[in-house]
T-cell receptor, first 113, second 110 residues
Framework: SAVISQKPSRDICQRGTSLTIQCQVD?????MFWYRQQPGQSLTLIATANQGSEATYESGFVIDKFPISRPNLTFSTLTVSNMSPEDSSIYLC??????????FGDGTRLSIL | SQQGEEDPQALSIQEGENATMNCSYK?????LQWYRQNSGRGLVHLIL?????REKHSGRLRVTLDTSKKSSSLLITASRAADTASYFCALNSNDYKLSFGAGTTVTVRA
C-alpha cells in the first residue's frame, strides 16, 4: 500500500491564524481526500482534492475556510483558515487507487488557543 | 451520504476473549471497510469486504457482510492488550468517498 506522509503531525496555533497541512504520497494515486475528526468523534469528509482543479467540498465545508490544493497525483495541501477553538481536531488525508482500500496518513492534531 | 451505525459504543473484555462489533447501514454499498485507530492516531486499514462477498478473514479478524440485512460484523478472536483501540466501519457507495460509523471503543483487560 502507498506510504503517506502528513506534516505537521501536531501544532498549537493562535486563533485567527491559518495553518497549511501537507500530504505526500510515495506513488501516484487516483483520489485524495481530507477528513476531520473532532474530539471524541468519528471522521467527517471535508472534501475531495482534485488534481489540477478546484476541490469538491462536502456540505458544511467551504473553500474560504478550507482551501485545498492538489498540484499533482502525489501531493495535496489543506489550509485551515482564520482558526477558532472549534477547529481543534485531527485532520487526516487519505488516498485510494482503483478499487483498493483507502489508506490514511497519521493525521495532524491541531489545537487552537 | 449515509453513515454506518455501530454497536456497541464500547466493549470491555478480558485478554483471550473474542470481541464482536456490528455495523448497520441503510442504502446499497459498493464495499465496506473496517479500520482501527489507536488513541487518536491515524487509521489503520483492517479489511475491505465487497458487496458480493459474505465473509473475509485476516489473521485473527473475521468480517461478515449480509447485504439483505444491510449489516456487517467484525470479530476479533483471542484478543490481546494491543487490540485496545477504536474500530470504525466505513461505507463506500461507488464514489470512493467513505462514510464512517461512530466507532466502537474496545478495551482489552490483561
Amino acid at each position: 500500500s502507498a506510504v503517506i506522509s502528513q506534516k505537521p503531525s501536531r501544532d498549537i496555533c493562535q486563533r485567527g491564524t491559518s495553518l497549511t497541512i501537507q500530504c505526500q504520497v510515495d506513488s501516484q494515486v487516483t483520489m485524495m481526500f481530507w477528513y476531520r475528526q473532532q474530539p471524541g468523534q468519528s471522521l467527517t469528509l471535508i472534501a475531495t482534492a482534485n488534481q489540477g482543479s478546484e476541490a469538491t467540498y462536502e456540505s458544511g465545508f467551504v473553500i474560504d475556510k478550507f482551501p485545498i490544493s492538489r498540484p499533482n497525483l502525489t501531493f495535496s495541501t489543506l489550509t485551515v483558515s482564520n482558526m477558532s477553538p472549534e477547529d481543534s481536531s485531527i485532520y487526516l488525508c487519505s488516498v485510494v487507487t482503483g478499487d483498493q482500500p483507502q489508506h490514511f496518513g497519521d493525521g495532524t492534531r491541531l489545537s487552537i488557543l | 451520504s449515509q453513515q454506518g451505525e455501530e454497536d456497541p459504543q464500547a466493549l470491555s473484555i478480558q485478554e483471550g476473549e473474542n470481541a464482536t462489533m456490528n455495523c448497520s447501514y441503510k442504502t446499497s454499498i459498493n464495499n465496506l471497510q473496517w479500520y482501527r485507530q489507536n488513541s487518536g492516531r491515524g487509521l489503520v486499514h483492517l479489511i475491505l469486504i465487497r458487496s458480493n462477498e459474505r465473509e473475509k478473514h485476516s489473521g485473527r479478524l473475521r468480517v461478515t457482510l449480509d447485504t439483505s440485512k444491510k449489516s456487517s460484523s467484525l470479530l476479533i478472536t483471542a484478543s490481546r492488550a494491543a487490540d485496545t483501540a477504536s474500530y470504525f466501519c466505513a461505507l463506500n457507495s461507488n464514489d470512493y468517498k467513505l462514510s464512517f460509523g461512530a466507532g466502537t471503543t474496545v478495551t482489552v483487560r490483561a
